[in-house]
């Protein structure tokens, strides 16, 4: 489970968008953060107050404090924290996707003559209703899932070529202030307090797998099924075998390679057969762990 200072951080400042209680400043980097990494940390902060806000900006920091300075992260490991947890915060949604269409208009000094292609987007119905409030979200989920529709692929067009399509465009974007509230930001501030806690175990139970560990936020990228489908992987390989090897129910010494070797065996597979068994063959191999009951 993730730890309760990360916990408290993010419902912290969900009520502080809520109550409209926001610092205009943003947030100041971490003490003690290597200077070299500044640059990196600053575009992230400035991405994501564009992204949701300043207070998301500020949750960005609180996690990323907790590993700097602290033993055994080096800068290396630092920077791949930094920019990881940045993309997966900034996760892709319709309001996402509505946004960076409107950047790229912004770009062209909002001449709807210099038309960029339209984007056409594939999303899950789960994924389009998730992206609502949960009050909203919740019946219209389970009302899908009678019919059988939850995996069901929309597609949807993005377009700034015409005053309306961008008029369209600005209402979906504008609604980011309702993200903090929706079924998809629940699972993914869930999510991300659960890779910086099985990283947190990695350094005290296995630092030389902390790494590996680290790189597994690349699997979840994207939309639709492909996100899905990551997501559902990385829950496999930390389920089957890194949150095993912390809790000392499974004796994997060299963890990193079992990832490397569990992620070698991913397809493109919802029912995860050649992942699954790969994980199982892992586990069959590690040595017993010696019972302490007496």
């Known amino acids: 489970m993730p730890d309760d200072d990360g916990l408290l951080a993010s419902l912290r400042y969900l009520f502080s968008d809520i109550i409209g209680e926001q610092d205009d400043a943003p947030p100041t980097l971490p003490e003690a953060l290597p200077f070299e990494l500044a640059p990196v940390v600053g575009d992230a902060i400035h991405s994501l ?54 950047g790229e208009l912004d770009q062209a000094a909002g001449c709807l003559a210099a038309r960029s292609a339209d984007d ?61 509230f929706s079924v998809r930001y629940a699972m993914e501030r869930v999510w991300v307090e659960r890779w910086l806690h099985m990283i947190d175990r990695s350094l005290t139970k296995q630092p030389q797998a902390t790494m590996a560990v ?34 000392g129910v499974l004796a994997l010494r060299d963890l990193a390679g079992a990832i490397a070797e569990a992620r070698a065996a991913i397809m493109p597979d919802p029912r995860q057969a050649s992942l699954k068994r790969t994980i199982a063959e892992i586990r069959a191999r590690a040595p017993a762990v010696a019972s302490t009951a007496g």
């Open 120 to 180: 056409i987007k594939k999303f899950r119905l789960d994924e389009l209703i998730g992206a609502l409030p949960a009050i909203v979200a919740d019946p219209a989920l389970g009302l899908l899932d009678q019919f059988g529709w939850l995996r069901r692929n929309v597609s949807i067009r993005f377009s700034a070529n015409s005053r309306f399509s961008v008029r369209r465009l600005k209402i979906e974007a504008g609604l980011k202030r309702w993200r903090l």
């Open 214 to 247: 680290i790189e597994t936020a690349t699997m979840i990228r994207g939309y639709g099924d492909s996100y899905r489908q990551g997501l559902a992987d990385w829950h496999a390989i930390i389920d089957g075998l890194a949150k095993p090897t912390f809790d």
């Open 49 to 102: 107050i564009e992204y949701q806000g300043v207070s998301y900006a500020q949750l960005y920091v609180d996690r990323l404090k907790r590993f700097v300075g602290r033993r055994g992260v080096d800068r290396a490991m630092l920077l791949d924290i930094a920019q990881l947890m940045a993309q997966r915060m900034a996760y892709e949604d319709p309001i996402r996707i509505a946004q960076m269409k409107l």
